[in-house]
């Protein structure tokens, strides 16, 4: 039997990121490499919503609300996670700092605010640039002003853009030996297909010898993952309807915020967190001139969260390419950092 989710994985088209060296004017911005524009979104949401089983895809979370949103998740008590993996990060940052031999351009994939970063690179004192990709401009820009105050001689070189889609690296790091770093669990919010073909773009990316470092989240009671995405301020609610928000700011579409509620549920076949939005009452929507009708109780599904297993997540980079190096975990077990290695 196909499974849905290998159908659907059918649909991420692998990308063939390069850097920025193959007749571009040199000094060309790379913030020219822009993240989808609104008109993406609309593309995307009038898509999503026209199935019928109706879908937003969660990179749309990320515009600055968006961010600023997540950030603020990142500090409640029920989001374990962020706590947890900057807790492993600091354990082991000189180990993390020793795979960066003099000369070695981090890069980071989904970096938002850069704060876990932060910790590794004062303890990296070689690199030769700090390269933040990440889809959202807002969070980037922040990060930027940030790290470059703290780090002034280091170069840092965002990308805006869609990790999952070609992007153009910048020139700079074009002869460079590359240490990814992936954290926050950002793969558990693709289906096995897509993170697969995206471990294997980023050895590609990063290249043959290098090491990819990759924060993973872990299977656990189903009562600690469901508070971890419905906590009781309602801040991950906020972030969740913040995408019909968008669709009002951005497309002028006539969401009514207090007609969706939040949801989030368990789903044990795949070993995840599904959130959804669900329709309170019988309503209708128009965006850009289109409209669009819910029933009661309808849900919009808006984001994946996969929890793994030490050895399924080995196994799943293994089918990337990778060879697992290094796992390193909390004494709870709520949270795994992987070193991958292209070295085989
Ligand atoms: N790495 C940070 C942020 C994690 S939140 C941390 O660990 O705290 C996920 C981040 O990935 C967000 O900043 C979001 O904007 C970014 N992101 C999500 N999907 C993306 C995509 N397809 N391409 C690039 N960035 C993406
Ligand atoms: C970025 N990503 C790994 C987060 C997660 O936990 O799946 C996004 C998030 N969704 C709800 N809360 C946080």
Redesign the pocket.
């Known amino acids: 039997m196909i499974d849905e989710d290998d159908r659907n994985a059918a649909r991420f088209e692998p990308s063939d990121t390069d850097f920025g060296t193959d007749g571009e004017p040199r000094d060309e911005p790379r913030e020219a490499i822009r993240a989808e524009p609104s008109s993406a979104f609309a593309a995307w949401l009038i898509a999503g919503l026209s199935m019928p089983a109706k879908s937003i895809p969660?990179r749309f979370?990320y515009d600055a609300a968006g961010s600023a949103l997540?950030e603020r998740?990142?500090e409640l008590p029920e989001?374990y996670?962020a706590r947890v993996e900057k807790a492993i990060l600091a354990d082991h940052a000189d180990e993390v700092a020793a795979l960066a031999r003099p000369g070695t351009a981090l890069i980071e994939f989904?970096s938002?605010s850069s704060t876990k970063t932060e910790l590794l690179l004062a303890r990296m004192t070689d690199l030769s640039a700090y390269v933040p990709i990440d889809i959202s401009g807002a969070a980037l820009r922040e990060a930027k002003a940030r790290i470059s105050e703290r780090f002034s001689d280091l170069p840092v070189l965002p990308v805006e853009g869609d990790f999952s889609r070609p992007l153009r690296l910048p020139y700079e790091i074009e002869n460079c030996a590359r240490l990814g770093f992936f954290p926050?669990?950002?793969?558990?919010?693709l289906r096995r297909g897509e993170a697969i073909a995206l471990l294997a773009n980023m050895r590609r990316i990063l290249g043959e010898g290098a090491r990819l470092v990759i924060g993973v989240?872990l299977q656990k009671d189903v009562r600690r993952l469901l508070a971890?995405?419905d906590d009781a301020d309602g801040i991950?609610a906020e972030?969740?309807l913040n995408l019909l928000a968008r669709a009002n700011r951005e497309l002028g579409a006539d969401f009514d915020l207090e007609q969706f509620a939040h949801a989030?549920t368990y789903d044990i076949r795949h070993g995840r967190?599904d959130?959804h939005l669900v329709s309170q009452r019988p309503q209708t929507v128009t965006i850009r001139g289109r409209r669009f009708s819910f029933l009661e109780g309808e849900r919009i599904h808006t984001?994946?969260?996969h929890k793994y297993d030490i050895e399924g997540f080995q196994a799943l980079a293994c089918d990337a390419g990778w060879r697992s190096d290094t796992v390193w975990m909390d004494a709870e077990r709520l949270f795994s950092v992987h070193v991958l290695a292209a070295d085989r």
């Open positions: 969660c979370f997540f998740i990142t989001y996670p989904g938002g926050g669990s950002t793969i558990g919010n989240d971890a995405y991950t972030f969740n989030a967190i959130m984001e994946h969260s």
